[in-house]
Every structure is written in structure tokens, then in C-alpha cells.
């Protein structure tokens, strides 16, 4: 009999704690929704009126929307098992089809007619029909062409190879690798083909990002052939809405870029640990040492692209802007500004310190796979 009661009382947890979690991510359904109301044109924003959402164990559908319930449903398995920009970009689909119905007359024209294919218009998002829809994550992970799996092969290679003991040899995998990407892209800014564009959350929301993570969003646009911007987002844990960077560029790009993110960071949480671990310096000094390591790591990809003795314009070639990548930038992203803060004090030696450590930073690893919440690099796949 006790453990009956004790296997009672766990389950009771259990449901307690789902109930819990799907309340907040209930919650931050409607503060994304709300965000992307704001978004609108100011004159339409008070025509729609927020709806009802619920989560339901949907078994064809991602999401569906109901104009007799005035609600949105989003399927438990959704938001269950895959990252937060995917859950966003399911939600902003069933918007559009709210958008339609309710304010541009579309209820008696096709679930994907023009009425749809307008709102989509409206949230700058790419119109996608539901029959062929996939969430955001799935779209990004089965992205393959065979000019890119070709050279994906090699640089899949040479990154394996940065990860040799030799540092010499480390070192020449590394830059070669990099080089490769360049070139890939560089001559894929030159063809005329239409190319898809994506844009997926990097990091985690937050209320407040510290400095080196507007520096290291620099850095991936800066060599990684990406756009970045920061955005609203739910913080679920905070249970309120935050801010993350959202990346775009080719899906290739992204899972690369995403990959450097987190490999940059974990260095850094590593290296501080070791650099820390008898001086007792606060926060404010962990964010001087990282922003070094960054600044080190970037003068180590500008020299060794400048010192390229065949490509001596390589680097202005890579920060040259793609003109389908902008196109699409300036679609999703049509109002733009930008934000200056004040630098806080830093320590310069804790900040020298840290870029002598980012000069011998080497990205290793290959190929990648994204999980629930990032994107992690796998050797032999």
C-alpha cells in the first residue's frame, strides 16, 4: 500500500509540473502573438483581436485555426520536442490564417488563396502551405543540395583535422576550412538561382544579454555569411518576453553559424573557469575576458584571410553583402534601427589577457544536427 500511494503522489507530480509548463508556454504563445500584432501596420493592428490558444495532441497537423472558436491550437508534440523559434513559426502561420479570415475577408476563398498569401504579406513571413509544411527546425535540417554536401565533405575533413594535437596542423585545417566556406559562398552570391533563406534563433532569450553577446553576434556576421538582428522572445522561465538574436541566411550558413556560437561559448565558459579560479573576480570581469577572447579570435580570422597570398581581397570579398540574402533580410526585417549603449569599465588586463587565449581559439568538428534547443556539430555523418 505505501508504494502505491508513492507511485500516486509521483504521478500527481508529474501531471502537476506538465500542467505547469504547458500554462507558460501557453502564455508565451500569446506574448509572441501579441509581439507580432505590433509588428503589423499601425492602422490594422486594432482590427485583430487576440484569440484563444490551447495545445492539443493534433496527429495531422502542426497547428490548425478555428474561425468559429476564434482559436489556435498548436500541437503538444510541437512544443514538446522542438526549439522556441520553431513553436514561433508555426504560430505566425495560424496567424496569417486568422489575419485572413478575419480581416481581409479570405473565408470564402481557399485555406492558402491570395487573402492568405496577403497576411503572410503582412507578418513577413514566407507563405508556406500547410500540406508540404514543415516546422521550422525540419526545414533547416533537411536543406541538401549536391554542391554543398560536396564541399561539405571536405570541410567536414579539415575541421576533423583541427582537431590534431599538432597545433601547426590544427592551425592549417582550421584556415583552410574557413577559406572553403568563403569561396562556396563568395561564388554563390555570383549565380542567379533563386536560394532559400531561413532565419532561426541563436542563443536563448533573455531580459538582458551581457556585452560579449553582441560582440560574438558581430563576429558571425562579420565572417559567417549571415544577417543577425535582435528580436523579441518569450523567456519561459521568466515568463515574460526578452529579446535573442535571430540569424538569417542559407541553411548551410545557419547551421555553421550556430555551430561557432556555441562552440565560442563553451570556450569561453571553459577558459574562465581555468583563468578564474584563484583570482575571485566578479561578473563584470568574466564579460572583459570573453569580449578579449572574441576580439582575439577575430584578429585571428581577419589575418589569416589578409595574408592569403592568392586571395589578397578575400576578406572584402566576404563582407561583400549578398544581394538575394539582403533582399530577403529587408522583407522580413523592413524597419530596422540601431542601438548604442554605453561601454562599462573594463579591466584592460583581464581583457588582454582574454584575446592572447582567443588567438589560439580553433573551431573544430564537422557536420551538424540541431537539437531541441541549438545546433550541434557531429564528426562522421
Given at each position: 500500500m505505501p508504494d502505491l500511494k508513492r507511485k500516486k503522489r509521483t504521478r500527481s507530480i508529474k501531471n502537476t509540473a506538465q500542467q505547469d509548463l504547458e500554462r507558460a508556454i501557453?502564455?508565451?504563445?500569446?506574448?509572441?502573438?501579441?509581439?507580432?500584432?505590433l509588428c503589423l501596420q499601425a492602422g490594422k493592428q486594432p482590427l485583430i483581436r487576440k484569440p484563444t490558444f490551447a495545445l492539443a495532441d493534433l496527429k495531422s497537423q502542426w497547428a490548425n485555426w478555428s474561425g468559429d472558436k476564434r482559436q489556435i491550437t498548436i500541437s503538444r508534440q510541437l512544443v514538446l520536442n522542438y526549439p522556441w523559434d520553431s513553436i514561433r513559426d508555426v504560430l505566425l502561420h495560424e496567424m496569417a490564417h486568422q489575419i485572413a479570415s478575419e480581416l481581409l475577408n479570405g473565408f470564402a476563398q481557399p485555406p492558402h488563396g491570395p487573402a492568405f498569401q496577403q497576411a503572410c504579406e503582412l507578418l513577413r513571413i514566407h507563405p508556406a502551405a500547410s500540406a508540404d509544411y514543415q516546422p521550422l527546425h525540419d526545414r533547416l535540417m533537411n536543406d541538401h543540395t549536391s554542391i554543398y554536401d560536396k564541399r561539405?565533405?571536405?570541410?567536414?575533413?579539415?575541421?576533423?583535422?583541427?582537431?590534431?594535437?599538432?597545433?601547426?596542423?590544427?592551425?592549417?585545417?582550421?584556415?583552410?576550412?574557413?577559406?572553403?566556406?568563403?569561396?562556396?559562398?563568395?561564388?554563390?552570391?555570383?549565380?542567379?538561382?533563386?536560394?532559400?533563406?531561413?532565419?532561426?534563433?541563436?542563443?536563448?532569450?533573455?531580459?538582458?544579454?551581457?556585452?560579449?553577446?553582441?560582440?560574438?553576434?558581430?563576429?558571425?556576421?562579420?565572417?559567417?555569411?549571415?544577417?543577425?538582428?535582435?528580436?523579441?522572445a518569450y523567456v519561459l522561465h521568466k515568463g515574460k518576453m526578452g529579446r535573442v538574436l535571430e540569424i538569417s541566411g542559407a541553411p548551410h550558413n545557419l547551421k555553421m553559424a550556430d555551430y561557432v556560437h556555441d562552440f565560442i561559448r563553451t570556450f569561453i565558459e571553459n577558459q574562465w573557469s581555468a583563468y578564474n579560479q584563484d583570482r575571485g573576480l566578479n561578473r563584470y570581469r568574466k564579460t572583459d575576458f570573453a569580449v578579449g577572447i572574441i576580439a582575439g579570435f577575430r584578429d585571428k580570422l581577419q589575418s589569416n584571410v589578409n595574408h592569403k597570398k592568392s586571395s589578397p581581397n578575400l576578406l572584402a570579398l566576404i563582407r561583400k553583402k549578398d544581394p538575394q540574402l539582403k533582399k530577403y533580410y529587408q522583407f522580413r526585417y523592413p524597419h530596422t534601427a540601431s542601438i548604442q549603449s554605453a561601454t562599462s569599465r573594463q579591466d584592460a588586463r583581464v581583457l588582454k589577457d582574454g584575446k592572447k587565449v582567443g588567438q589560439q581559439l580553433i573551431i573544430a568538428k564537422g557536420v551538424c544536427e540541431r537539437k531541441k534547443s541549438h545546433l550541434r556539430f557531429i564528426a562522421d555523418t
Amino acid at each position: 500500500m505505501p508504494d502505491l500511494k508513492r507511485k500516486k503522489r509521483t504521478r500527481s507530480i508529474k501531471n502537476t509540473a506538465q500542467q505547469d509548463l504547458e500554462r507558460a508556454i501557453l502564455h508565451g504563445i500569446a506574448c509572441e502573438w501579441e509581439a507580432a500584432r505590433l509588428c503589423l501596420q499601425a492602422g490594422k493592428q486594432p482590427l485583430i483581436r487576440k484569440p484563444t490558444f490551447a495545445l492539443a495532441d493534433l496527429k495531422s497537423q502542426w497547428a490548425n485555426w478555428s474561425g468559429d472558436k476564434r482559436q489556435i491550437t498548436i500541437s503538444r508534440q510541437l512544443v514538446l520536442n522542438y526549439p522556441w523559434d520553431s513553436i514561433r513559426d508555426v504560430l505566425l502561420h495560424e496567424m496569417a490564417h486568422q489575419i485572413a479570415s478575419e480581416l481581409l475577408n479570405g473565408f470564402a476563398q481557399p485555406p492558402h488563396g491570395p487573402a492568405f498569401q496577403q497576411a503572410c504579406e503582412l507578418l513577413r513571413i514566407h507563405p508556406a502551405a500547410s500540406a508540404d509544411y514543415q516546422p521550422l527546425h525540419d526545414r533547416l535540417m533537411n536543406d541538401h543540395t549536391s554542391i554543398y554536401d560536396k564541399r561539405m565533405q571536405r570541410i567536414r575533413k579539415l575541421l576533423a583535422l583541427a582537431e590534431s594535437k599538432n597545433r601547426f596542423e590544427a592551425e592549417a585545417a582550421m584556415t583552410k576550412a574557413h577559406e572553403l566556406i568563403a569561396r562556396h559562398n563568395i561564388e554563390l552570391k555570383d549565380h542567379l538561382a533563386e536560394r532559400q533563406f531561413l532565419s532561426i534563433f541563436i542563443g536563448s532569450p533573455a531580459l538582458r544579454h551581457p556585452r560579449e553577446d553582441y560582440h560574438l553576434a558581430n563576429l558571425l556576421q562579420d565572417f559567417y555569411f549571415v544577417w543577425g538582428i535582435w528580436v523579441p522572445a518569450y523567456v519561459l522561465h521568466k515568463g515574460k518576453m526578452g529579446r535573442v538574436l535571430e540569424i538569417s541566411g542559407a541553411p548551410h550558413n545557419l547551421k555553421m553559424a550556430d555551430y561557432v556560437h556555441d562552440f565560442i561559448r563553451t570556450f569561453i565558459e571553459n577558459q574562465w573557469s581555468a583563468y578564474n579560479q584563484d583570482r575571485g573576480l566578479n561578473r563584470y570581469r568574466k564579460t572583459d575576458f570573453a569580449v578579449g577572447i572574441i576580439a582575439g579570435f577575430r584578429d585571428k580570422l581577419q589575418s589569416n584571410v589578409n595574408h592569403k597570398k592568392s586571395s589578397p581581397n578575400l576578406l572584402a570579398l566576404i563582407r561583400k553583402k549578398d544581394p538575394q540574402l539582403k533582399k530577403y533580410y529587408q522583407f522580413r526585417y523592413p524597419h530596422t534601427a540601431s542601438i548604442q549603449s554605453a561601454t562599462s569599465r573594463q579591466d584592460a588586463r583581464v581583457l588582454k589577457d582574454g584575446k592572447k587565449v582567443g588567438q589560439q581559439l580553433i573551431i573544430a568538428k564537422g557536420v551538424c544536427e540541431r537539437k531541441k534547443s541549438h545546433l550541434r556539430f557531429i564528426a562522421d555523418t
